[in-house]
């Protein structure tokens, strides 16, 4: 078993687009479904918050004339639609799941409440946390490291398209070079795009280590909460020079 016993999982909403881009693809949110039951069905306590830029990202919409404000809130609503879809994935593989959102809709989700969202992770719940901070101008990384920080999660585990972090963009530079470990200082000094600043900022002061990962790789949530082993990089207040 490895040394994480509850995390926080952090996806893109284009994860859930899967090869179509936009709205949500039945493949690739059935897939992640499994992934997610492959280790709570072991024990592992499971918290998620997903993004919603497959169906709308505010800072775009500012683009077509669209206020900044509204924008974020719209995209807010958005996390909340792909929320509720994955929590049905999950109810399909009879996984129970509670959508909590820092923009409550009483019909369909309850606030985010630390002292309900821990219960219900200790009842064996995953916990999908929607809304962002429920505030604009707060990115869904933000948020990610703020509900982290308030269910005293042990890391977060950041699923992206490449498989951790590199000097530069790999899918743009062949020369690039991938980290195994970083401290939160190096990652900022290196100007490495890995959270945003106060992501960064809230996980260095909780001490709470991001594992940025390739989302797609069949099983690699199960290698990597049950399993113990080591994928993608690491990022923490220490980084290990053993």
Known sequence: MGTYKRVLLKLSGESLAGTSKLGIESASLESYAKEIQSVVEKG?????????????????????????????YMGMLATIINSMALQSALANLGIPATVLSGIPIDTLCAKMNRRAAIQL???????????????????????????AAEIKADAILKGTRVDGVYSADPEKDPGAVKYDRLSFEEAYEKNLKVMDLTAFTICRENNIPVIVFDVNEPGILYDLLVNGKPHGTIVSNRRDRA
């Open 44 to 72: 592992i306590q499971t918290a998620i918050v997903l993004g919603g830029g497959n169906i709308f990202r505010g800072i775009q919409g500012s683009k077509t004339g669209i206020d900044r404000v509204q924008g974020d």
């Open 121 to 147: 992770l200790e009842e064996g719940q995953v916990v999908i946390i929607a809304g962002g901070t429920g505030n604009p101008f707060f990115t869904t990384d933000s948020s990610a490291a703020l509900r």
